[in-house]
């Protein structure tokens, strides 16, 4: 199978684990490449060693699938747009859409943020569009890693 040109933005994910998680999802939905900015752990260590609790979570997604640190998200969205990329931020918003009604473009990226707080709204306001997972139960969010994959497979038709 041929690498999409979908791809995926995380900024300032606190948790190796979820990294992790995100890396295998995005292997198995074909995702071409992983951006990794503000303080989201990294693969390897500042020495250049494997993050052993990264990999666990991975599987080997984080050897298979690129990945690039970003120092500057918003300047890095601004290249992707014009690279021709559609920024797709998985947040709740009031200015969010159902995720089921966003279709499929040939190049997508997927915004996703801290756990806690969610994408900063400076960087928000950076997405082409906002979707949102609505939620049915009594918490008022989902884990990042599994927002993320819900959101991939449905809005890539996988």
């Given at each position: 199978?041929?690498?999409?040109?979908?791809?995926?933005?995380l900024?300032?994910?606190?948790?190796?684990?979820?990294?992790?998680?995100?890396?295998?999802?995005?292997?198995?939905?074909?995702?071409?490449?992983i951006?990794?900015?503000?303080?989201?752990?990294?693969?390897?260590?500042?020495?250049?060693?494997?993050?052993?609790?990264?990999?666990k979570?991975?599987l080997?997604?984080?050897?298979?699938i690129?990945?690039?640190?970003?120092?500057?998200?918003?300047?890095?969205?601004?290249?992707?747009?014009k690279?021709?990329?559609?920024?797709?931020?998985?947040?709740?918003?009031?200015?969010?859409?159902?995720?089921k009604?966003?279709?499929?473009?040939?190049?997508?990226?997927?915004?996703?943020?801290?756990?806690?707080?969610?994408?900063?709204?400076?960087?928000?306001?950076q997405?082409?569009?906002?979707?949102?997972?609505?939620?049915?139960g009594k918490?008022?969010?989902?884990?990042?890693?599994?927002?993320?994959?819900?959101?991939?497979?449905?809005?890539?038709?996988?």
């Amino acid at each position: 199978m041929a690498p999409s040109s979908h791809s995926i933005l995380l900024h300032n994910i606190r948790s190796a684990e979820n990294v992790g998680a995100i890396f295998r999802t995005a292997d198995a939905a074909g995702i071409s490449k992983i951006y990794l900015s503000g303080y989201t752990p990294l693969p390897i260590d500042r020495f250049g060693r494997p993050r052993k609790d990264i990999a666990k979570a991975a599987l080997g997604a984080e050897q298979t699938i690129l990945w690039e640190v970003v120092p500057d998200i918003v300047a890095h969205i601004e290249v992707l747009k014009k690279e021709g990329a559609t920024i797709v931020a998985i947040e709740q918003s009031s200015r969010a859409v159902d995720y089921k009604t966003i279709s499929p473009q040939p190049k997508m990226v997927f915004l996703l943020g801290n756990e806690v707080e969610g994408i900063a709204p400076e960087i928000l306001l950076q997405a082409d569009v906002i979707a949102e997972i609505p939620m049915h139960g009594k918490k008022e969010s989902l884990n990042v890693s599994v927002a993320c994959g819900i959101a991939l497979f449905r809005i890539l038709g996988l």
